[in-house]
């Protein structure tokens, strides 16, 4: 799923780089209103390292829906 990086390149930010600076990373769910979150070190594991960190949209663990998942901050 491709989608459009932020228009702020700072926030170009990979996976590991995330994981380097020890982040924790919160992931929003409109629908349900669920927030969640996961260090990025985790993350960095189970995903590819290199994945954009704006383009990681997990499924929300409780309506299931990752359409509505706001990207991570």
Same mark, same amino acid.
């Given at each position: 799923?491709?989608?459009?990086?932020?228009?702020?390149?700072?926030?170009? =930010? @990979?996976?590991?780089?995330?994981?380097?600076?020890?982040?924790?990373? +919160?992931?929003h /769910?409109?629908? $349900?209103?669920?927030?969640?979150?996961?260090?990025?070190a985790?993350? =960095? @594991?189970?995903?590819?390292?290199?994945?954009?960190?704006?383009?990681? +949209?997990?499924? /929300?663990?409780? $309506?299931?829906?990752?359409?509505?998942?706001?990207?991570?901050t």
């Amino acid at each position: 799923v491709g989608h459009n990086p932020p228009s702020d390149r700072r926030k170009w =930010a @990979q996976l590991k780089q995330w994981a380097v600076d020890g982040r924790i990373v +919160r992931v929003h /769910c409109n629908l $349900c209103r669920r927030t969640m979150h996961f260090y990025a070190a985790d993350l =960095a @594991q189970v995903y590819d390292p290199e994945m954009l960190a704006h383009e990681w +949209r997990p499924a /929300c663990s409780k $309506c299931g829906k990752s359409d509505w998942v706001r990207p991570p901050t």
